[in-house]
């Protein structure tokens, strides 16, 4: 049985940081394509990040510069680094493994 479970949401304030981890389980880790989704309310859900089983990455142009997705295969771990927040990211973030396998979200808040 395959499992993402999320952790490390809170509220920040604006500018602040975060890292989100991801631990997965039940799955070949290392050769997925694992990420980071959010979904603001009343948004659709967005891709924030990826990183693939070689390590190439990609982010949704609204965090470049900010954040950083990394994975630690030997652990079947992924994190996103968030830095500079702001008010926008509010968003419960969802980690994915293949965009197939999916965890039950955590919740950042970026607010004053």
């Keep these: ?7 490390g949401g ?3 304030q604006p ?3 975060l890292r989100l981890s991801c631990a997965a389980s039940g799955i070949f880790f290392s050769r ?8 603001a309310p009343g948004k659709q859900r967005e891709l924030v990040a990826e990183i693939t089983s070689d390590g190439d990455t990609r982010y949704v142009d609204s965090v470049k510069g900010r954040f950083t997705i990394s994975r630690e295969n030997a652990k079947k771990m992924v994190y996103l680094q968030m830095n500079s927040l702001k008010a926008e990211d509010t ?4 980690c994915t493994a293949h965009r197939i396998w999916w965890g039950q979200g955590t919740q950042v808040t970026v607010s004053s």
């Design 32 to 39: 997925y394509t694992v990420g980071w989704f959010r979904q």
């Design 10 to 12: 809170g509220l920040v």
């Design 1 to 7: 049985q395959v499992q993402l479970v999320e952790s």
């Design 15 to 17: 500018g602040g940081s």
């Design 91 to 94: 968003a419960v973030y969802y």
